[in-house]
């Protein structure tokens, strides 16, 4: 099982994201737990539940550098997507963000994300490419 802890700023981001996390997740033979919150006013709350918890992943669908620097110094452990504008991916190397993509998300963005966070698809680990 792959815990899934997802903050917006819009829940069209969240209508996105959590049909491409299930589907993508189940199709590497993994389920997804996803716990969502949306909104300024539930950013603190998303401090909380993700703080020193290393065995999840925090994804992030924001415009903002600043809520993404306070979710990444929150936890500098877990695994971290953030998925916002072109002018933000330079600032996401920054922080130190496990994958970057733009919004709004896609299916190649998650796949990319998910292999970046070590969640493999099945034919992945049957048949590992050497150099």
């Known amino acids: 099982m792959v815990r899934f802890v997802i903050y917006a700023d819009m829940e069209d981001y969240i209508r996105e994201l959590v049909p491409l996390l ?3 997740t189940r199709e590497r033979g993994e389920w997804a737990l996803i716990q969502t919150y949306i909104g300024e006013e ?7 539940y993700v703080k020193k918890n290393p065995c999840l992943v ?18 500098q ?5 953030w998925f916002s504008t072109r002018e933000n991916s330079v600032y996401s190397y ?4 496990t994958c970057f993509g733009l919004l709004p998300p896609t ?3 998650v796949e990319l994300g998910l292999d970046s966070c070590g969640i493999l698809s099945q034919e992945t680990v049957k048949n590992p490419q050497t150099e």
């Open 58 to 75: 925090m994804v992030v669908a924001s415009y903002a550098q600043e809520k993404a620097r306070k979710i990444r110094e929150n936890n």
């Open 77 to 81: 452990e877990a695994r971290m997507l």
């Open 94 to 97: 920054h922080i130190h963000v």
């Open 107 to 109: 299916t190649k963005a």
């Open 22 to 24: 299930r589907r993508k």
């Open 42 to 48: 539930k950013l603190p709350k998303y401090l909380s």
